[in-house]
């Protein structure tokens, strides 16, 4: 029994929002009025047929505030009852027994994954927030949806990752470690989408990356493997998919928990402990092991992986290279004998990929694992990996290295630098000036002074952690006065429209900004802020030609999608034109090539290029330098916070 503050906190932000809303419904329903002291007079509104009988607001009164709080105090005592319970104890054990067999299964299902999402729900409100004021609004409804769209995904991450973990595992079954995956005649179904798996053996130690384009189904391909695919994702197999000699149609994930591993692409959102070592041995807790077991284990794979010093850490507070090495530890509680790996290189720099890529080789060479990677950056698997796949025409093929030399596209894959008017004759247009940024006692950005030029296109690249998303952000919504300047303006200064005006950022979260269900309301959506900005009602449809001269073409196919299904490169030009919509003077875009693939890259780049020609001064933060040295005129590298170095193209 040990304390943990987190839960306990957990629990009182709950019961306080659940007692919060108890108050709104009633005060909303009518439910709030009384005999004692009025608090609020509002007037008492009947709704007509059909709705005869229902009525609204009225009088809010000291006593009948109270009455509303005492009804919720029962649930809000439940809440902070269980808190207590679970900052005392570990209940992970007991909900693991519950949700296997017996009459509260369901519940305690649902109970953990509801539970474990309650954190990443007030992380998603912050986002929303902020994300408003990039787009030069007021928090309001529509700051909902993106809140509302994050949770739905991090409860399906979450579910996702206790499957995979053995969660509600009624037996748990071995695999044959000697045919780890056996796949013949195999084809998988989504609804107008369908990949073809002629014949694929991988044999034990050996490492197999799998290539193709954004979009192309590698992700699925690890997903059928894993057995999400089929049982939770609601495709369909045809053909026999073989793991560890089990038909992967008739054995869910949670069965095979203790032969399969799977690190999902977006570590962070299936990460279920509060700490490093918690994260390590969650699977094994989950099934009841002894702790001092599940202690001595997570200790063993920290110190296989080179990352014993983090065990205490919390894993909110990890680098994006930590954070991948401890979601490969996690895979590897219960010693599996084949390791699934989904772009494990997307958000590293160049220091942590070959820590990475060597934590994967020697899984596979040393510990005779058979470790699937798909992944863009193939040039980094380059003599080290024991066999190549890629997705082609809905078909995966057995191929060969995709060497760098041979195919620079695989690396950088985006055009190659418009010249321009040289930045010498061009009128500086902002000015950061000593700016420094704290996160609690942390110093992120440390005195950073620079100038931005109209027109020219600036990459701002450093390891994980120097403090680029930090810089960004403090460029664009600025908390100190006097420290950023733009066409003379004091941004810090200005309204939230005036500010957008000036300066505009994309963030690395992205989605954050999207708040309606297709690409053309997003897109009305920005061209009535800014024709409100502007006073200016002459350019209806503005964004959504900008989008379409980002993509490079025309966007009327896309224009009913929903932003969120469009592709990578797709979702970051959109991303750009609806900040673009009110003309800044600077635009900053935080890892816009993260995740993509060379003809996605390509698209990526054309659209900075693209902004920059209308006049604007464009900053990017990203760990591809390739593709920085490709894109950007000028390079500023940010070490520990300060400018280490900059480099003119």
Known sequence: MRLRAAPLRQAAIFAAVFTAARVVYA????????????????????????????????????????????????FAAVILGFGVLNSLFDVRPWFAAAARRGPL??????????????????????????????????PGPSALVPVLEDSIERAVALAASLELRGFAASHRLEGDCEVPVQVTDAVLERPGWTLSIPRLELAPGALTVLTGATGSGKSTVLDALSGLFQHADGGVQRGLVEIGGLDRAAVPPRETAGFV???????????????VAEELGYTLALRGVAPVIVEARAREIAERLGIAQLLPRPVAELSAGEAELVAIGAALAERPTLLLVDEPLAELDRVARPLVVAALASLAHEGGVCVVVAEHRVAWFEGVADGWLTIADGELRCSEPLSAARNP??????????????MATRMPIAEVRELSVRHGARVAVDEVSLELRAGEVVALVGPNGAGKSSLLEALALPAQSGKVFVGGDDVSALKAADRRMRIALVPEA?????????????????DRHSRRNRQDRRDAGATLRRFGELLGGAPRELADAHPRDLSG???????????????????????????LDARARGEVAAALARAAAAGAAVLFATHEAEFASAVAERTIRLEGGRIAEEVLA
């Open 27 to 74: 005060a909303a329903f009518a439910g709030a009025a009384g005999t004692g002291i009025r608090l609020i007079d509002l007037p008492l509104v009947s709704l007509p047929a059909p709705f005869t009988g229902v009525q609204l607001l009225g009088p809010v009164t000291l006593d009948g505030l109270g009455r509303v709080v005492l009804s919720a105090a029962p």
């Open 409 to 422: 596209a695989a690396q950088g894959g985006c055009e190659q630098r418009t010249r321009r008017e040289p």
């Open 105 to 138: 299964r369901s519940f305690a299902r649902a109970l953990v994954i509801a539970w474990q999402t309650l954190p990443a729900l007030a992380a998603a409100l912050r986002r929303a927030v902020r994300a408003a004021r990039l787009r030069g609004e007021r």
């Open 261 to 275: 591993g799977m690190v999902a692409q977006r570590v962070r959102a299936a990460f279920v402990g509060e700490t």
């Open 510 to 526: 992205l989605e954050d900004l999207f708040v309606t269900d297709s690409v053309a309301a997003e897109c009305r959506r920005a």
């Open 569 to 595: 490169g797709q979702r970051v030009c959109l991303a750009i034109a609806l900040q673009l919509a009110a003309a800044p003077a600077v635009l900053l875009v935080d890892e816009p090539v993260r995740g």
